[in-house]
């Protein structure tokens, strides 16, 4: 689709409206949203588009994780949490090297401060291993993760989905949330083996190209939870 419209508006409910036509999901439903300010933005990514050029969703993440919440999430959002939780069987956070010592002591500064704060919050137990081989994390633990991320609203759940999914914890993307670890913070945790191995053998233009793709699309997750504060 190419862009037809003169103006972009938000109406008295919170949706945007194209020459004062409703924007609709995929779904065919409104696209409505639940803060001003989330309102205001995604409105935004519709005035950016140059008049006659095609959309570009990858342009308009706001949108897109809007349109997932209402057209994906709403519906079952139990179901959609259940999944993101899994990310607490093999969080990134519990698998350690054992060499070299440099790498090792790096993950052990990024990331024992996150499992530290899990731990008082949620009152559990991580089991912490060195390699690649799965070692169970005690049920109540995943249970209560669980449960914590299953409290959070469709909304919530759509931005907190490329943070997890990107970084493969679900322990940093709740300290995210929660306040307890800026994205930066959390970012730099959930490259931190990449980024050794970059400073080891450099980049080529493949990795720096899916680089930036993941740090678009984490930082789209951000933003979309600070927008609905």
């Known amino acids: 689709m190419k862009r037809f419209w003169k103006s972009v508006a938000i109406d008295t409910e919170r949706?945007?409206?194209?020459?004062?036509?409703?924007?609709?999901?995929?779904?065919?439903?409104?696209?409505?949203?639940?803060?001003?300010?989330l309102a205001e933005a995604a409105a935004d990514e519709w005035r950016a588009v140059a008049e006659g050029a095609e959309i570009d969703p990858r342009t308009m993440p706001l949108t897109g994780l809007a349109n997932a919440a209402i057209d994906r999430i709403a519906a079952d959002p139990v179901t959609f949490a259940t999944g993101l939780a899994t990310f607490?069987?093999?969080?990134?956070?519990?698998?350690?090297?054992?060499?070299?010592?440099?790498?090792?002591?790096?993950?052990?500064?990024?990331?024992?401060?996150?499992?530290?704060?899990?731990?008082?919050?949620?009152?559990?137990?991580?089991?912490?291993?060195?390699?690649?081989?799965?070692?169970?994390?005690?049920?109540?633990?995943?249970?209560?993760?669980?449960?914590?991320?299953?409290?959070?609203?469709?909304?919530?759940?759509?931005?907190?989905?490329?943070?997890?999914?990107?970084?493969?914890?679900?322990?940093?993307?709740?300290?995210?949330?929660?306040?307890?670890?800026?994205?930066d913070e959390v970012w730099r945790a959930v490259e931190l083996d990449e980024d050794w191995q970059a400073e080891q053998w450099g980049r080529d233009d493949l990795s720096l190209a899916a680089l930036e793709s993941r740090r678009r699309d984490f930082n789209a997750g951000v933003r979309f939870l600070e927008l609905l504060a």
Do not use: K
């Open 15 to 37: 949706g945007i409206r194209l020459d004062d036509r409703p924007v609709r999901t995929p779904g065919r439903q409104p696209l409505i949203l639940p803060t001003p300010a």
């Open 88 to 183: 607490g069987e093999s969080d990134l956070l519990c698998y350690r090297a054992d060499a070299p010592p440099d790498l090792v002591a790096r993950q052990a500064a990024a990331w024992d401060p996150l499992l530290d704060w899990a731990r008082t919050r949620y009152d559990v137990h991580f089991e912490v291993a060195t390699g690649i081989m799965h070692r169970p994390q005690p049920p109540l633990t995943l249970t209560r993760l669980n449960d914590a991320i299953a409290a959070r609203s469709a909304w919530e759940l759509a931005g907190l989905s490329p943070i997890v999914t990107i970084g493969g914890s679900l322990v940093a993307a709740l300290a995210l949330l929660e306040g307890a670890a800026t994205a």
